[in-house]
């Protein structure tokens, strides 16, 4: 007897062993082998799959199926353009075994990450991450389909250990082995997360303790002090910006990477403005870069800052300096001999400064919630602030905000403000 495509087709159950015995015959039409293979995975699936296969509706133009995998509290879904389709997926939830560990699969998500334009910065901190949390840990080396919540759970808590973590830092863990079990998913070679079942004790966390005030801003009287400090680097140093990169800073209150990532041509003295619309970020190498685009996660990034004769004089001053000296790099404001200046030369000159000033060290960041205390300090609106830090959420801008007076100064107000009970008499 011939054996037809057509045949394989209406038949819903064949004898494997008739088509070996008859692989040299000519009466095998091509695709016969592949149709009779798909066969067999179908009457497989239907063996054990207890739901039923819904064809497309009015309403619906998939074929859809539910699946309910051991350890899965409620039911899934799968559906597929063809019922041929439908079945595969199901094969493959049932007895596929993609032997792809997590280590792959990881890969293959950072790949997918890169080629969303994700800031460099992000990705450095994914990596940095992924080497310290899970590269050299016996979950990397486990096939994402044997992949057990029990499995995330036992490395997760040995983590919270070893590490002494905090809740904040295990967030960021959590979020690197879900990113890669969802992109696992949306690729097809895991039906189900299993990240959906993971229990985490948080409770081994260690506690997040919010540093006082005082080493968060620079007080009142320690502005007074670093004025004084950039004002002498200035007199030994006159070839030097980065002592007025410093005192501007604490006029604008920028990120460190707006900063250093700043150009003259971001001046509007016009209109008295100046435009925050990039900052200094790393690449895959570690390299300091610029970009033009600044945190993804906040839409206020870029904005408009207004500025005064005060900030117009340091700017010309700034210029003067570099036509003096020969220092040119595009039109970058800050930079000396070897070109742009980078975060890091401004941060080790804030700690020097720091140390000359005879305060504690603090850091540019530092400057920048004293700005924002600063301004909330004079009455400003919090909604007025948040858009000037270029935060998007208010919440944000109310973890910025600490008294920027010395604890001397906090006495005598609360003294004379409490002044007009000292001349009442109890009768």
């Known amino acids: 007897m011939a054996l ?44 054990i799959h207890p739901y039923k296969i819904s064809p497309p509706g009015e309403k619906c133009k ?6 309910k995998l051991d350890g899965m509290t409620s039911r899934g879904q799968l559906k597929c353009m063809t019922e041929r389709g439908l079945y595969q997926k199901l094969y493959e939830l049932y007895f596929g075994e993609d032997k792809r560990e997590l280590r792959d699969i990881y890969n293959m998500w950072m790949t997918k990450r890169q080629s969303m334009n994700l800031s460099p910065r992000t990705l450095l901190r994914s990596d940095q991450r992924w080497i310290r949390y899970y590269k050299n ?33 295990l967030k960021e863990v959590l979020s690197i082995i879900r990113g890669c079990l969802q992109f696992a998913v949306r690729e097809g070679i895991i039906a189900s997360n299993p990240m959906d079942r993971v229990l985490i004790n948080r409770s081994g966390c260690m ?18 002090d670093m004025f004084h400090a950039i004002s002498d680097e200035m007199e030994n140093n006159p070839g030097n910006t980065l002592p007025l990169a410093i005192q501007l800073e604490f006029k604008l209150g920028l990120r460190i990477g707006e900063l250093v990532a700043l150009r003259f041509s971001d001046i ?6 100046i435009h925050i619309q990039r900052m200094e970020s790393v690449n895959m190498d570690k390299e300091p870069v610029v970009v033009n685009h600044l945190k993804k996660k906040s839409r206020e990034s870029d904005r408009y800052l207004p500025i005064s004769e ?9 210029k003067r300096i570099n036509d003096q000296y020969g220092y040119s790099d595009e039109d970058y404001m800050f930079v000396g001999p070897s070109g742009r200046y980078h975060i890091r030369a401004v941060d080790n000159r804030i700690r020097k400064l720091c ?10 960041h530092d400057i920048r919630r004293s700005v924002a205390s600063l301004l909330h300090a004079n009455k400003v609106p919090v909604e007025k602030i948040r858009a ?14 600490y008294d920027v007076d010395s604890e001397e100064v906090n006495k005598n107000i609360m003294k004379n403000a409490l002044k007009e009970l000292n001349s009442l008499e109890i009768r």
């Not at 509007?268 to 403005?273: E, G, L, N, R, V």
């Not at 005060?310 to 700034?318: A, P, R, S, T």
């Open 355 to 364: 140390r000359n000033a005879g305060i504690p060290e603090k850091s540019c």
């Open 207 to 224: 506690p997040s303790v919010r540093k006082n005030d005082r080493s968060r801003v620079y007080l009142r009287e320690e502005i007074k």
């Open 268 to 273: 509007d003295p016009d209109a008295m403005t």
């Open 388 to 401: 000037y830090m270029g935060h998007n959420d208010i919440n944000t801008t109310w973890g910025y905000i």
């Open 310 to 318: 005060y900030e117009l004089m340091l700017f010309d001053k700034i």
């Open 62 to 67: 998939y074929w859809k199926t539910y699946y």
């Open 137 to 169: 840990y016996p979950i990397a080396d486990i096939p994402v389909f044997r992949l057990k919540p029990s499995h995330i759970e036992d490395h997760i808590h040995h983590l919270i250990g070893e590490f002494k973590m905090k809740d904040k830092e």
């Open 4 to 47: 037809t495509a057509t045949a394989l087709n209406e038949q819903e159950s064949f004898d494997l062993s008739f088509l070996l015995n008859n692989l040299n015959s000519d009466t095998i039409p091509p695709g016969a082998l592949e149709t009779l293979v798909n066969e067999m995975k179908i009457n497989k699936v239907k063996e």
